[in-house]
């Protein structure tokens, strides 16, 4: 029975043949042959036993598998011989697949795949453009977006939301800090989603006096409620006002954070920005909003009815503002008013700003891949060659070609699994890692989980790159004549040029592919370097900054909000070593915020562009070390002066080369006093020129988002509970969104450029060290077979130094051809991921140069091992040995 | 005794089948007694390496042509053989080349000796 388990299979054949052999022995005897000599003819007559046995095999069908078993017991022993191979194939193979399926996988959840609405394709973000604002699209003004929603029949439904952070608190205990969104109650009819235990808003929910309920997110109902079905109609706090919980959205349910759909587009992404946890309805009153103003603040989602483009809603809305613009009452029109619409599909918005990073991450993963593949298919060259002799062996013993392929396979598919199931394990720890640990804010990170199909693609990649560079080497030497490969291998010979000539090729290309990553990587180190090393103007080591949140509650008037700012104040100077505390209306390195404009009392007529206002105290500019050019900083005595510090570029601005001190300027209405000019800083991010700033005493108009910071002698991390500890020893119920040191504020501003860079060094010295690996590989094998060659030149009378030259100028043109096209392919590379660049000329020629030295150096190292084994070569020794 | 290999004829390729199935026909057998027994019908004329025969036996097995049994030798109950048993499925099949087989002889003798044939 052919199915039968192949051992007694194999031995019913055995038992068979020997029946044969025995019956033919006896016959033989009995026509007069003696019992040795019958045995003979017996086995004569059967022909070759093994043979037969073999042939029986391949009729049973099981011949494939049976030599596949063989093959992979083979492979096992000779990759076992070879470690060093083995482990590089087996861990390119493995990065290979782990890395770019992660990359990937990322890619395609925050890029690629829709939102997880329903029909998300119909979602888009409107926002306006105001001319005499800027010309980038803000938020919009919400009387407009009203206007939107009882005019525009493009859309089945408009809402608007505006992001903020609150503290939640249940009963007792600190407030924590969570993300809020607060949006009208179309919110979630407009994005399709029910909620998963209670309800969504309803209509009524948006009229004062009902809004005090909340809607939770999955993830917070889990870690304050631990996931109780009771927690519908239970009481919370949310920034000091009780609110109703009514539903819980879904698991699945992620809306983006503030940083993804912002109201201002230049405002750089805030890291550690927290992902909404709570939806709370507004009561919009429409008449607290101006007609002409208000922009920048609230973020307008809707839905378009299907088969209607971005396009045709943007022109509707946009003709629906020229209506605004004629309704809107005259006094508030300023006379160069243009107002237009802009309309974007909601996942563009969503994902615009990590799509240049993220798409080069991929293409340096790619390139990476790319790199690790042809080393292997190089190993796998060399490989094969150095087996030449092996395999002219088995060819002349009688091995078919088509075993010499499978032994081939078989080792390939051995690398493969290994590899390939060490590589999905990777992919698995660095997607849980990416997801705990986040590098850089991203959207939808949440939606990030390991997409298979991706996983299959990469395996399928890394894996087919293995086997066509194990097999092609293979075919190849199946199809050679086993003589000549025989005769070749006595090692007189220089080996096959062709073979030589194909690898030192390969790796040319590889030096390509390691230069451009290597130029583009040094961009990106001179980019982060740049940013790190420039003049801030103000200094940040040994500070640490606290936020504070006061709510509208418990500290609505001006008053309440300066006694606590002086007690803070007080008590975190009282620590010791403090040398200096202050605080500020908005968090350094978080771009620009209250943008006004600001003119000379003396020129009305003089328009300047708009620039930041900060409330700040007295201590402010002496715990951030920002230098004064003019006059005084504030002190006490300004509360309540209408005095006004200007930083060096807005009183160049306006006064040019006089003495701006004494000065008067209006802003918001308001006459004030130049007291004091200080040092441009960037204080509103590190990416960005200084920015114009007009700091006004905190006093005018204690800020609600008030910002502390402290200097210390002693280190800043050391400050940080301590400020804690200051601010809840004046009343422990407010909420302290986050207490840092200055210092990693500033590291944090940079997280995406300190991100891209570490990865791409990585990258780029892991493509170095395949670049070196390979032409170590290439010229150590090329000693081994010129050995002969070499000893005989040496007996002629070459001499070390010769030999030294001979060797290392064999891999020196493609190595110094494909640096060149590197650098070329860099440069050229460069304008693609211009806007990650800072204070980076067009071509670099430092970076160029640096890149060059750096490889021909690495590329030296590598080749001189082989070079000196060559030049250590003993003549006298290498001609006997023939 | 062997008879020197100039004067035996190489099989054909794919006859083997045929002619075991056809020595299978006087009933079952064991491999060489089937081997024999082409030798003996020939007069040694064909040259079968024996060897030859276990591939081509496991073959028409694995088709269902022949089926195959340990079975004592009918003398000696000692020794067991492994009979080999036409199949009705076999009876078709060598009916089937038989008639390819006489096709094929006829055609290649009207070509050899067409006089003959007239």
New interface residues.
């Given amino acids: 029975m052919w199915w039968r388990r192949p051992k007694s299979r194999e031995m019913d054949l055995e038992r068979e043949l020997c029946a044969h052999l025995e019956l033919e022995a006896e016959e033989q005897q009995q026509s007069g042959l003696d019992p040795e000599q019958a045995h003979y003819a017996a086995r004569r007559a059967l022909g070759n036993a093994a043979l037969i046995k073999e042939q029986v095999r391949e009729v049973w069908g099981w011949a494939l598998w049976d030599i596949f078993v063989q093959e992979i017991r083979y492979a096992l022993r000779t990759l076992g011989r070879s470690p060093g191979f083995t482990a590089t194939a087996v861990l390119t193979l493995a990065l290979g697949i782990g890395a770019s399926t992660a990359v990937f996988t990322v890619v395609d959840s925050v890029i690629l795949k829709p939102l997880a609405y329903h029909n998300s394709g119909q979602l888009v973000q409107a926002s306006e453009r105001v001319r005499f604002l800027s010309l980038e699209p803000l938020g919009p003004n919400p009387r407009h977006v009203d206007l939107w929603q009882k005019r525009a029949t493009d859309f089945s439904g408009l809402t608007l939301l505006r992001y903020r952070a609150a503290g939640l608190s249940q009963g007792s205990g600190h407030p924590r800090l969570i993300g809020a969104v607060t949006c009208l109650p179309n919110l979630f009819d407009i994005l399709q989603v029910q909620a998963l235990l209670g309800r969504v808003f309803l209509p009524e929910d948006g009229v004062k006096g009902h809004d005090n309920v909340a809607v939770l997110t999955y993830s917070l109902w889990q870690s304050l409620f631990h996931g109780d079905a009771n927690v519908l109609n239970r009481t919370i706090r949310i920034d000091d006002t009780p609110r109703v919980v009514v539903g819980i959205l879904p698991e699945r349910f992620h809306f983006p954070n503030a940083n993804a759909l912002r109201t201002i587009l230049s405002r750089p992404p805030v890291s550690g920005t927290p992902d909404p946890a709570v939806f709370l309805p507004v009561a919009l009153d429409l008449t607290q909003f101006s007609w002409n103003g208000d922009y920048g603040n609230w973020v307008s989602l809707g839905r378009l009815k299907p088969g209607i483009t971005a396009g045709r809603a943007e022109a509707q809305l946009t003709a629906i503002d020229g209506e605004v613009i004629q309704e809107m009452p005259a006094n508030e029109t300023h006379l160069e008013s243009k107002l237009t619409a802009a309309v974007q599909p909601m996942q563009e918005a969503v994902v615009s700003d990590s799509r240049t990073g993220l798409w080069l991450l991929m293409a340096a993963v790619a390139g990476l891949m790319l790199l690790a593949c042809l080393n292997l298919a190089n190993a796998q060259l060399g490989r094969a060659m150095a087996r030449r002799r092996e395999a002219a062996v088995r060819t002349a013993l009688g091995a078919t070609k088509w075993r010499l392929v499978w032994n081939a396979l078989a080792e390939n598919l051995l690398l493969a699994a290994i590899g390939g199931a060490t590589g999905v394990l990777l992919a698995f720890a660095a997607l849980d890692l990416f997801r705990r640990y986040p590098p850089v804010d991203l959207p939808r990170l949440a939606e990030v989980h390991l997409n298979f199909s991706v996983l299959a693609f990469s395996v399928l990649v890394v894996v087919s790159a293995s086997l066509l560079s194990g097999l092609l080497p293979a075919m190849r030497l199946a199809s050679s004549d086993p003589q000549e490969s025989l005769q070749q291998s006595t090692s007189r010979t220089l080996g096959n040029r062709q073979h030589t000539k194909l690898r030192t090729w390969l790796i040319g290309v590889q030096v390509f592919g390691c230069a451009a990553l290597l130029l583009v990587t040094g961009l990106f180190s001179k980019s982060l370097l740049y940013l790190l090393n420039q003049d801030r103007g103000f200094q940040t080591g040994h500070v640490a900054v606290a936020e504070v949140r006061l709510t509208p509650n418990a500290y609505g008037t001006d008053q309440s909000r300066a006694v606590f700012d002086e007690a803070v104040l007080a008590n975190l100077r009282a620590i010791p070593a403090v040398q200096a505390a202050g605080l500020v209306s908005a968090m350094p390195l978080e771009g620009v915020s209250w943008i006004e404009p600001l003119i000379r009392t003396d020129r009305p007529k003089q328009e300047g562009p708009l620039i930041n206002l900060r409330w700040v105290s007295p201590g402010y500019f002496e715990a951030t070390r920002q230098r004064l050019l003019a006059g005084r900083f504030f002190e006490d005595r300004d509360r309540g002066r209408n005095n006004v510090v200007l930083s060096e570029g807005e009183a160049k601005a306006l006064w040019g080369n006089e003495d701006p001190i004494g000065g008067q300027v209006r802003v918001r209405n308001q006459t004030r006093t130049v007291i004091g000019v200080v040092a441009d800083s960037r204080s509103t991010s590190l990416k960005s020129a200084p920015a114009r700033m007009a700091y006004l005493h905190y006093a005018d108009q204690p800020p609600f988002a008030t910002f502390f910071m402290a200097r210390s002698a002693r280190a800043a991390d050391t400050l940080v509970p301590e400020m804690r500890r200051a601010i809840w020893k004046y009343s422990p119920d407010v909420t302290i969104a986050r207490v840092k040191t200055f210092d990693s504020q500033v590291m944090d501003s940079l997280a995406p450029e300190r991100f891209q860079t570490s990865v791409l060094l990585a990258f780029g010295i892991a493509a170095l060290l395949l670049a070196m690996l390979g032409i170590y590989g290439v010229l150590s094998y090329s000693v081994v077979t010129r050995k002969q060659e070499i000893g005989v030149r040496m007996a002629l009378g070459a001499t070390r130094r010769r030999v030294y030259t001979l060797t290392m100028s064999e891999a020196s043109v493609p190595v110094i051809v494909g640096l060149a096209a590197g650098l070329l392919a860099g440069i050229l590379a460069e304008g693609a991921v211009r806007t990650l660049l800072y204070g980076i000329q067009r071509v670099d020629p430092m970076v160029i140069a640096t890149v060059a030295v750096l490889f021909l150096l690495a590329a030296a190292a590598a080749a001189f091992p082989p070079a000196r084994r060559a030049a250590s070569v003993d003549p006298m020794d290498a001609l006997r040995s023939e | 005794?062997?008879k020197e290999s100039s004067s035996r004829i190489q099989l054909l390729q794919g006859t083997l089948d045929m002619l075991i199935l056809r020595t299978l026909l006087f009933g079952p057998a064991?491999?060489?007694q089937i081997?024999?027994h082409i030798q003996q019908t020939t007069e040694d004329l064909l040259q079968i390496?024996?060897?030859?025969l276990?591939?081509a036996l496991?073959?028409l097995?694995?088709r269902g042509w022949i089926a195959a049994k340990w079975e004592p030798a009918g003398k000696d109950l000692k020794?067991?053989?492994?009979y080999y048993r036409l199949t009705p499925a076999g009876r078709r099949q060598l009916v089937a080349e038989e008639s390819k087989w006489k096709k094929l002889s006829s055609a290649i003798a009207r070509i050899m000796w067409p006089a003959e044939e007239n």
Avoid: D, L, T, V
Wanted: charged share 40%; glycine share 10%.
């Fill in positions: 005794m062997p064991h491999g060489h081997a024999r390496e024996h060897g030859s276990y591939p496991h073959r097995e694995r020794r067991e053989f492994k």
